[in-house]
């Protein structure tokens, strides 16, 4: 029987709760104690990989009813274990925030003040398909100083689980409490609301998932949410591009995984480029549908002409939006108009046109004759990610250690009083 709102409520709270008495030991818990836990679970990953993969099989049976972008996006297979092995490894590598003091300052008076890093507190993360998310959020937490509660899609279930066992193995390891990260197994639906509602224990919300489930938690969560709603994604092709690197770009930000948040959504060439047909040919080589307006049409009989939807269309597929902009002002109004602020690159050999571009372009991430593809934590050099968030508080792009925490100000006096 599904839960009663009142009773996932009850199991929330009492999650919560044990999850948030850890929170002391976690804030003052050395760097050192953090990253052998972390170390530890990589290396129960590795032991069990075989364990991993065949929980991970089974959910990718019980899941073919799925797109092809969310199976993607669940599938595990060797390299992808090793890769949340060396990801836990990396994150115990990075340099700890907690306490590091980000200013300093002193008032006539002799006042000192100092503003120092601490832990965002309780995290709770609601993601969807990728079973990865329980190695990156729970390894990201803790070494920020903060618990978590994850609650993973029912189609990863399996996989999640096995993943959650081999960190609670490297928090026993390291003496570091359990409940540090806690990983919600039932996949009643109503504990999703019940997060949403529990404020005052849970102190942050990230989702991970379609855009259903961030919509969802984005309305309905009483508690502060650090998220994403669409990767509308765009490669801005500039008359002064350098052919190979703009075949090569494209090529990669579309198709190298089509599923994923940085993948290229819509193509941008400007009218004057020469070699637009080139750039298309190798979309349509690599098996993209490529839906263009008008003006590109008459290059390649294999396009498709574009509707207005398609300009605001995540598509996670095989699938692309082809247009020609007058230049890069055109391509800065058209993403003005219809991007989502998550990820857009241009390509060109014009040093002032490129600046234009990635000063002008108000999205958490801007490229520079690079793929859109290297919107991940890992490639930003964050051992991983917990989400890219693309509003405008706290924390943009990649969240990673430093975007789980927020600061305080220490004052040290010696008696001053206000007059």
Same mark, same amino acid.
């Given at each position: 029987?599904?839960?009663?709102?009142?009773?996932?409520?009850?199991?929330?709270?009492?999650?919560?709760?044990?999850?948030?008495?850890?929170?002391?030991? #976690?804030?003052?818990?050395?760097?050192?104690?953090?990253?052998?836990?972390?170390?530890?679970?990589?290396?129960?990953?590795?032991?069990?990989?075989?364990?991993?993969?065949?929980?991970?099989?089974?959910? %990718?049976?019980?899941?073919?009813?799925?797109?092809?972008?969310?199976?993607?996006?669940?599938?595990?297979?060797?390299?992808?274990?090793?890769?949340?092995?060396?990801?836990?490894?990396?994150?115990?590598?990075?340099?700890?925030?907690?306490?590091?003091?980000?200013?300093?300052? &002193?008032?006539?008076?002799?006042?000192?003040?100092?503003?120092?890093?601490?832990?965002?507190?309780?995290?709770?993360?609601?993601?969807?398909?990728?079973?990865?998310?329980?190695?990156? /959020? +729970?390894?990201? %937490? #803790?070494?920020?100083?903060?618990?978590?509660? #994850?609650?993973?899609?029912?189609? $990863?279930?399996?996989?999640?689980?096995?993943?959650?066992?081999?960190?609670?193995?490297?928090?026993?390891?390291?003496?570091?409490?359990?409940?540090?990260?806690?990983?919600?197994?039932?996949?009643?639906?109503?504990?999703?609301?019940?997060?949403?509602?529990?404020?005052?224990?849970?102190?942050? #919300?990230?989702?991970?998932?379609?855009?259903?489930?961030?919509?969802?938690?984005?309305?309905?969560?009483?508690?502060?949410?650090?998220?994403?709603?669409?990767?509308?994604?765009?490669?801005?092709?500039?008359?002064?591009?350098?052919? /190979?690197? $703009?075949? /090569?770009?494209?090529?990669?930000?579309?198709?190298?995984?089509?599923?994923? %948040?940085?993948?290229?959504?819509?193509?941008?060439?400007?009218?004057?480029?020469?070699?637009?047909?080139?750039?298309?040919?190798?979309?349509?080589?690599?098996?993209?549908?490529?839906?263009?307006?008008?003006?590109?049409?008459?290059?390649?009989?294999?396009?498709?002409?574009?509707?207005?939807?398609?300009?605001?269309?995540?598509?996670?597929?095989?699938?692309?939006? /082809?247009?020609?902009?007058?230049?890069?002002?055109?391509?800065?109004?058209?993403?003005? %108009?219809?991007?989502?602020?998550?990820?857009?690159?241009?390509?060109? &050999?014009?040093?002032?046109?490129?600046?234009?571009?990635?000063?002008?372009?108000?999205?958490?991430?801007?490229?520079?004759?690079?793929?859109?593809?290297?919107?991940? +934590?890992?490639?930003? +050099?964050?051992?991983?990610?917990?989400?890219?968030?693309?509003?405008?508080?706290?924390?943009?792009?990649?969240?990673?250690? &430093?975007?789980?925490?927020?600061?305080?100000?220490?004052?040290?006096?010696?008696?001053?009083?206000?007059?």
């Amino acid at each position: 029987m599904p839960m009663t709102d009142i009773e996932a409520t009850a199991a929330i709270e009492a999650v919560a709760r044990a999850a948030r008495a850890t929170l002391p030991v #976690l804030a003052a818990a050395p760097t050192a104690r953090k990253a052998a836990a972390l170390s530890a679970a990589a290396a129960a990953i590795r032991a069990r990989a075989g364990g991993i993969a065949a929980a991970n099989a089974a959910d %990718c049976a019980a899941a073919a009813h799925l797109s092809a972008a969310m199976q993607d996006r669940l599938a595990l297979d060797a390299s992808r274990i090793e890769a949340m092995a060396a990801g836990l490894e990396a994150v115990a590598a990075l340099p700890d925030p907690v306490g590091e003091i980000i200013a300093r300052w &002193e008032r006539p008076n002799g006042l000192a003040f100092s503003r120092v890093r601490v832990p965002l507190g309780l995290i709770g993360i609601v993601y969807e398909s990728r079973p990865n998310v329980t190695a990156d /959020a +729970g390894a990201l %937490c #803790l070494m920020a100083g903060n618990a978590c509660i #994850l609650r993973g899609g029912s189609e $990863a279930s399996r996989s999640n689980a096995a993943i959650h066992a081999c960190l609670v193995d490297g928090l026993r390891a390291a003496g570091l409490p359990e409940a540090a990260i806690t990983f919600v197994a039932s996949p009643d639906r109503a504990l999703v609301g019940a997060m949403l509602r529990a404020a005052g224990l849970i102190d942050v #919300l990230i989702p991970r998932g379609g855009k259903g489930l961030v919509a969802r938690v984005q309305a309905d969560a009483r508690v502060p949410v650090l998220a994403h709603l669409d990767g509308n994604n765009h490669v801005y092709i500039d008359a002064a591009a350098d052919p /190979a690197k $703009a075949v /090569a770009i494209v090529r990669n930000a579309k198709m190298r995984r089509t599923g994923v %948040c940085g993948a290229m959504e819509t193509l941008l060439i400007d009218r004057g480029y020469g070699g637009a047909s080139a750039v298309l040919r190798a979309l349509l080589g690599a098996g993209c549908e490529v839906r263009a307006d008008a003006a590109l049409l008459p290059l390649d009989a294999r396009l498709r002409p574009a509707v207005p939807e398609d300009w605001d269309t995540e598509y996670l597929d095989a699938v692309a939006a /082809a247009a020609m902009v007058d230049g890069v002002e055109g391509a800065i109004a058209h993403i003005a %108009c219809h991007g989502s602020g998550h990820t857009d690159a241009i390509v060109t &050999e014009d040093a002032a046109t490129a600046e234009r571009f990635l000063a002008a372009v108000d999205s958490a991430i801007v490229l520079h004759n690079a793929s859109t593809q290297f919107a991940d +934590g890992g490639e930003f +050099g964050f051992g991983a990610e917990i989400g890219i968030a693309t509003g405008r508080l706290h924390a943009r792009g990649p969240v990673a250690l &430093e975007g789980l925490t927020t600061y305080k100000t220490v004052v040290r006096g010696n008696g001053q009083v206000r007059p």
